[in-house]
């Protein structure tokens, strides 16, 4: 077997709309493509022994059992490795139990899908399964220390790619909520919404965390001072820098029993308690001083009693906790010694914060507090006798947390969230010593230790005995009031033509909101009335790029079928998705090998959309109508026929259209008609005569309607867009030259270029095309683009792109001039695979009232040829009409020689009558 290629999918798919999360491998089994499990000799029993937990696994039959009875049945190498993968991740600790796997057009070679957690346990599960079903295959076994290794890598990852308890459990708050959340590339930063309206984490930090209260909070001793003149009980304490100050500054807190700890530290590093002795106050000064980072030491006495922790959320009091120090119990016949590792078993334990609990580490108080206590780790403790370990309570160090949230007294409460205002932190952890937290900490000469910003929550949400609380919870309430909003407005766009033109507009619309709106398209992505950043932006990662930006009110994302095949959506769900259509373009790239595919494909978009938003669908496209069926969302369709059967049975129940009526755009809302404007008036429509753009007006105006934008502003919207190189770049941009004009156009797929013909037939006088296409396309496309050329030109160039996206150099101008030949064996043409070259030659040569159109690679390395001429203008304006076209009829007036106002694009026509 060969790995061909493997792809993750963070997002809705192709493969799975509710499993975001999937490794796509494309597996050529070879010589195993003829040979099912069940005609490999010893293979089955080989699977069994290794991984004998597949019986677990239920596969079609639905049973326990199912997948190793299909095996012993007959089964391809594919699906084997399919389930082997998932299983070892599950092995590991990481449940997951979605996958597919599909023969593709190529015998022997097939999809194999698998869900995962973290991206790289993924994609080494997959590859590590098809090493062990190719070594059970060749050996009938596969050795075990392998086995132990790939889960021992397995888990690596798992933790490598942990959040972190507290993070972990406020993310899955925000789940709850149904608010989006998405990691950020630096600082282990989390955000938490979209766009105007995302907050950010960092642990239990947040974006509403204020610099002032986490500076104070780290500056224990400057906390103390303003605790103290608030009349906050706190220990008695001071700093010192050297060591010679410590004998007076035990002398000032009154004496031993004292406390030696970092000024700046955390997580209980460098602390000492319960210092009896000089000798001892020594050794803490120097471990006190190694943990800060400014080598300040606070002296304090000890108070005794237990050490608790108080979480304090936006206030209020949320969770009280008593943290009981590292510690093992005695049994009357194991050592201290076989306590600690039996402890250290409990698989809630793991190394720093990864797990619910933290593993015992011995370390210098670890053998001071042994001594003290007249233990060594041979000590046999009788049944019942604790010994302590550790000298602070904290999680980290491998103690253990017991909930008191519900004992606490009313007068702690008020103290509690009294200090967390002080301190100015939104989220505090109060450190509090008290011999009895019911009772107020007046009675009992309880203090207050320490403020601490961005406290631990896993001793709250998983206590090691009591209630858990919901503190995750807490926090995304503080941070999403219930009811405020929490994503903006996510509409998606796709279909085989029409895309960049429809989300331009839809912008546009939104815009009149005076709402600022990110979107990307083909040539960029945009914020507001800036580009962020050129080039073809229409996947996942450009969708994020508006999405984080925190001044974008709404997200309109052109979204391709490339980018949906690579990674996904790069949103869980949308409030809008429009298709356009489905037409055949880029078969064969992607193992998408037929339009039924495509369609499958783009319907991606509209299974994303929430179920109170909207999927926007094409009623004169079936395939696009089709996709009705597997869409959650409410149904609005758009069509260039009132007639349209699909229509009008939605509008007599009361769905939501729009249609092209009597020469009027018009919005269907059950028995209601809402004209919005004639397309004669509209500059994108060219006075009526395009129909194309008609579609792509009544999809993005039905897309903005559905979002609750009011007629009028799509109405001033339609009126104020006008494809040119500004609005619409690429898109029929058309220039007068003087004695010629010129046309660029990004067609590049039959249907727009059948749609560009109709358009250049109108024009009198010699029509010239600088044609080509994309290399990864198959050898009929080109022939066909061919073929449609020699239909609409008098003369052709015939060029090739710059990225022959794998093809040898001419190769795919060849199939294009086979094209030619088959329509017109006399036609004109000459092969200049240059691009530049070619329109250059091509504008040279341009007769008397000829209309050169370029079909480039670069939109703007065309534009910027023809600029280089002086253009006396580019159209701007629209002609007179004599008829408007009503429903799918047509009424087109000839175009003449030297007319300069018109402005359409052709690549996204598709509909009927074109």
């Known amino acids: 077997m060969k790995i061909l290629k493997t792809q993750t999918l963070r997002g809705p798919n192709y493969w799975s709309i509710r499993h975001h999360k999937v490794v796509v491998m494309r597996l050529d089994l070879e010589d195993l493509a003829e040979r099912p499990s069940n005609q490999i000799p010893g293979f089955y029993e080989g699977l069994v022994e290794v991984l004998p937990s597949l019986v677990e696994h239920y596969c079609s039959p639905g049973c326990r059992g199912g997948f190793l009875s299909r095996v012993q049945e007959g089964t391809m190498m594919g699906h084997i490795a399919e389930h082997v993968a998932l299983e070892l991740q599950t092995l590991a600790g990481m449940t997951v139990g979605f996958g597919r796997t599909r023969e593709t057009s ?10 995962y957690q973290d991206e790289q346990a993924g994609r080494y599960a997959a590859r590590a399964a098809v090493r062990l079903c190719q070594s059970i295959v060749d050996t009938g076994h596969y050795p075990l220390n392998e086995l132990e290794q790939d889960l021992k890598d397995l888990r690596e990852f798992a933790v490598d790619a942990a959040l972190g308890p507290s993070t972990e459990n406020i993310i899955k708050a925000a789940e709850l909520r149904g608010i989006p959340w998405m990691p950020l590339s630096t600082r282990a930063l989390i955000q938490l919404g979209h766009g105007a309206y995302q907050k950010r984490i960092q642990a239990s ?22 605790l103290r003149d608030a009349g906050v009980p706190v220990p008695r304490g001071t700093v010192i820098y050297y060591l010679d100050e410590l004998e007076q500054a035990i002398d000032d807190v009154g004496g031993f029993p004292i406390v030696i700890k970092p000024l700046d530290g955390n997580h209980g590093r460098g602390i000492t308690i319960n210092i009896t002795s000089w000798d001892l106050a020594e050794e803490a000064y120097d471990a006190a001083k190694a943990e800060s980072r400014t080598k300040a030491v606070i002296v304090e006495r000890y108070y005794t009693g237990q050490d608790h922790r108080i979480l304090v959320v936006n206030g209020k009091v949320v969770a009280v906790a008593e943290r009981v120090p590292a510690h093992v119990i005695g049994d009357g016949k194991s050592t201290i010694s076989q306590l600690i590792d039996e402890t250290n078993q409990d698989p809630r334990r793991g190394e720093g914060h990864d797990n619910v609990l933290t593993q015992i580490e011995l370390d210098r108080t670890s053998f001071q507090l042994l001594e003290r206590q007249s233990y060594t780790l041979d000590t046999v403790l009788p049944i019942g006798q604790i010994c302590y370990l550790k000298a602070t309570a904290n999680l980290s160090t491998g103690g253990i947390a ?7 007294h009313p007068e702690n409460i008020w103290i509690a969230e009294r200090v967390a205002k002080i301190i100015g932190l939104d989220i505090a952890g109060l450190d509090v010593v008290t011999s009895d937290i019911s009772r107020p900490l007046r009675e009992t000469d309880g203090v207050i230790v320490e403020v601490n910003a961005a406290p631990g929550l896993r001793m709250h949400f998983c206590p090691s005995e009591g209630i858990p609380r919901n503190v995750g919870e807490a926090i995304v309430d503080m941070l999403f009031p219930p009811g405020a909003p929490t994503r903006v407005p996510i509409v998606a766009i796709t279909g085989t033509n029409g895309k960049t033109t429809t989300t331009r507009l839809i912008a546009h619309i939104f815009r009149q909101t005076r709402q600022v709106v990110g979107y990307t398209t083909t040539d960029g992505i945009y914020i507001g009335d800036y580009l962020v950043e050129r080039g073809d932006t229409t996947g996942p990662q450009s969708a994020q790029v508006i999405l984080q930006d925190p001044t974008v009110e709404v997200a309109v994302l052109e979204t391709a079928r490339g980018g949906i095949l690579r990674s996904g959506l790069g949103f869980t769900q949308c409030d809008v998705g429009v298709v356009l259509n489905v037409a055949a373009d880029h078969l064969g790239i992607g193992d998408i090998d037929t339009v039924e595919e495509l369609a499958h494909l783009k319907s991606v978009v509209v299974e994303s959309a929430r179920p109170n938003g909207y999927a926007i669908l094409n009623a004169d496209d079936p395939l696009v109508v089709a996709m009705a069926k597997r869409v959650k969302a409410q149904i609005a369709y758009f069509s ?3 007639d349209n059967e699909v229509v009008r049975t939605h509008a007599h129940q009361g769905g939501l259209a729009a249609v092209y009526e009597n020469g009027y755009l018009s919005i269907l809302k059950g028995d209601w008609t809402l004209r919005i404007e004639q397309a004669v008036n509209l500059p994108l429509t060219m006075g009526g005569r395009a129909p194309f753009m008609i579609a792509n007006a009544l ?9 609750g934008i009011r007629i009028e502003d799509i109405r001033t919207a339609l009126n104020t867009f006008q494809a040119s190189v500004n609005q619409t770049p690429g898109r029929m941009n058309l220039f007068n030259l003087g004695n010629y004009h010129a046309l660029v156009d990004y067609a590049h797929n039959p249907h727009s270029y059948e749609a560009l013909g109709a358009f250049i037939r109108n024009w009198q006088g010699e029509h010239i095309g600088v044609v080509g296409g994309p290399g990864d396309r198959r050898d009929e496309d080109f022939i066909t683009l061919g073929r449609l050329s020699a239909a609409i030109f008098d003369r052709i160039v015939v060029k090739e792109d710059n990225d022959t996206r794998g093809r040898t150099r001419g190769e ?10 088959q329509i017109q064996p006399n036609l004109r043409y000459e092969v200049i695979l240059d691009e530049t070259t070619a329109v250059n030659t091509a504008l040279d040569s341009a007769p008397q009232g000829s209309l050169v159109v370029i079909l480039p690679e670069s939109v703007d390395r065309a534009i910027s040829l023809i600029n280089a001429r002086r253009p006396i203008a580019e159209a701007v304006t629209t002609p007179s009409v004599s008829a408007p076209l009503n429903g ?17 694009e052709s690549e996204e026509y598709v509909q009927s009558g074109g």
């Open 699 to 707: 999809a993005a105006s039905l897309a903005a309607f559905a979002q």
């Open 812 to 821: 795919a101008a060849e199939l294009i001039v086979r094209g030619i030949q």
């Open 402 to 408: 017991v909930d008191r949230t519900d004992d606490i």
């Open 106 to 115: 190529t015998p022997g070679v097939y999809q194999v899908v698998i869900e």
């Open 205 to 226: 930090l947040t974006s509403s965390t204020g610099i002032l209260g986490v500076e104070l909070a780290s500056d224990k001793e400057g906390t103390k001072r303003l």
């Open 640 to 642: 260039m026929n009132p």
């Open 888 to 904: 799918t009829e047509e009424a087109v007036e000839p175009l003449q020689n030297g007319f300069q106002t018109i402005e359409v």
